[in-house]
């Protein structure tokens, strides 16, 4: 009765997640994107380009090296944009050509064009070519995404004045820049652009950044973009960017002025659906453009679900891929266990941070009690090794039954290593589990080791004292 079973609009990480589910129970479907947006902002202008950026900056750059031999270090002097975008082209490729196989490979169909809803069963794809043709299908799910949001009072130019998708076009690496706006992906492009001998003011509406971090590891964060030049504006506005002919002047609302090549703006994202004609389904988006759903990824019309960005918090390819994958499980019928509780969170700057759990600042208002354990990375033969002496793995410990109630991690590999500290956590483990591991040697998950003797140590004397 209809052309497909299942019907994905947007083939970002949640999309590519739900019509590959659905395919391998069997279902008829098909994938709906722009040719030239396969793999959605995730592979076309934001995770992976961002994050191929960033290896490219430190490898170019020397940085991560220069703990070794010296602040002199560089592998090439005059980098140039054709440098990092040559590393981020061929990843891109390489990795739409995956997704194109992957879906292939489970016949899914992929129809290029921009869909629009004709009605609650129906969508209109315009392939570019002037003729759009009716796609029929019996579930859809919305998986269309987000995009920066522009304020209307700012003149973008795509040169000068940039969002976080025209900073990885830019002609040339700026000499200054003001980054406005220091959430995740705003400190990520100050980090990068820094480690570049970009002159980089950050300028924040709030007091401070990343407020959902741990202080302490937010604290050097900053101490190590101060030290790559990075200038701090918290608690700022920008009143003004005027553009010269060599350069744009920033005003902030406190009458200071800054020069620079370069402003990139980070202001949060908008859900892309003010193109989808949501009403012809019955639909509608809240002001940022996101969808609401309930716990099956459902919207307010049975057969319609929504998944990824467009939904709204966290907005993370990590969680994105997951809720694509349970909303197409739900739609065929099919059991869907609960996604667990713990998600880690992974930033990207450099150095990097990422973490799992509460941190001390929760545990604190919560009233929860909890020991400390650090483990340093310049204490570790494999930090000595790589050349990071700044690293560190924070685990915060109940006192009571030694379970971990959350891991920081800050410095190299952090995103990765963090994953030991959830599988722990996630099973309910303590810090004994730990401490009675062996792990290979030398390496900086022995970090955990060292973290939880540190933790276990503490509470034996408190507990000594205390009874
Ligand atoms: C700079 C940057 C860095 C990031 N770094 C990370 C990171 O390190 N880790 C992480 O987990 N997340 C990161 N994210 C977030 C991550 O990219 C998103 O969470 C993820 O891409 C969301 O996936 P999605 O499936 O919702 O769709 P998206 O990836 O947003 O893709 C949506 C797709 O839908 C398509 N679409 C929209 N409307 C239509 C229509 N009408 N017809 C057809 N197709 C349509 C679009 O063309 C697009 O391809 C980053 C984001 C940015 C911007």
């Known amino acids: 009765m209809y052309d497909y079973d299942l019907l994905v609009l947007g083939s970002g990480p949640s999309g590519q997640k739900a019509a590959i589910a659905a395919a391998k129970l069997g279902r008829r479907v098909g994938i709906v994107d722009r040719r030239d947006m396969i793999g959605g902002v995730c592979i076309n202008t934001g995770t992976v380009p961002s994050k191929t950026l960033r290896e490219a900056v430190l490898y170019l750059t020397g940085l991560s090296q220069r703990d070794l031999y010296g602040s002199s270090y560089r592998v090439k002097e005059e980098i140039t944009v054709g440098d990092l975008a040559a590393r981020t082209q061929h990843v891109i490729s390489r990795q739409t050509d995956v997704i194109r196989n992957q879906l292939a490979r489970n016949r899914v169909a992929l129809i290029t064009g921009t869909g629009r809803f004709a009605d609650p069963h129906s969508i209109w794809v315009d392939g570019g070519s002037g003729h759009e043709s009716k796609i029929t299908f019996d579930k859809i799910v919305i998986a269309a995404g987000t995009r920066p949001a522009r304020p209307d009072s700012v003149d973008f130019d795509d040169r000068t004045i940039v969002d976080s998708d025209g900073v990885i076009n830019l002609q040339a690496v700026p000499r200054s820049m003001v980054v406005v706006g220091a959430g995740v992906i705003g400190m990520e492009y100050a980090s990068m652009f820094a480690a570049l001998g970009t002159k980089v003011t950050v300028v924040e509406r ?148 990422s973490f799992v759990g509460k941190t001390e600042e929760e545990l604190t208002n919560a009233a929860t009690p909890f020991e400390v354990g650090v483990a340093r990375y310049r204490e570790l033969a494999r930090g000595q090794i790589v050349g990071d002496s700044y690293g560190m793995l924070k685990l915060l410990v109940s006192p009571q039954d030694g379970r971990l109630l959350g891991v920081h991690v800050f410095g190299t590999g952090a995103t990765e290593i963090v994953h030991i500290g959830q599988t722990v956590m996630g099973c309910g483990g303590t810090v004994d589990y730990l401490i009675d591991t062996v792990f290979n040697y030398p390496t900086l998950s022995e970090a955990y080791k060292v973290a939880a003797l540190d933790a276990s140590n503490k509470i034996r004397n408190i507990t000594r004292i205390d009874g």
């Open 206 to 353: 709030r007091d401070g950044m990343l407020d959902f971090c741990d202080e302490e590891i937010v604290e050097s964060l900053k101490y190590h973009l101060r030290d790559l030049s990075v200038t701090f504006r918290f608690g700022e506005e920008v009143a003004a960017v005027e553009k010269h002919e060599t350069a744009a002047l920033c005003i902030l609302k406190s009458g200071k002025k800054i020069v620079a090549d370069t402003v990139m703006y980070s202001a949060g994202r908008q859900g892309q659906t003010d193109d989808l004609a949501l009403d012809a389904a019955g639909l509608e988006a809240d002001r940022r453009g996101r969808i609401a759903v309930d716990e099956h990824y459902r919207t307010s019309v049975e057969h319609i679900y929504a998944v990824g960005d467009v939904i709204g918090f966290p907005a993370l390819a990590s969680t994105s891929m997951e809720q694509g994958r349970m909303a197409a499980l739900h739609a065929c019928g099919e059991p869907v266990r609960e996604l667990q509780e713990l998600q880690p969170i992974g930033i990207y700057t450099i150095p990097e941070i």
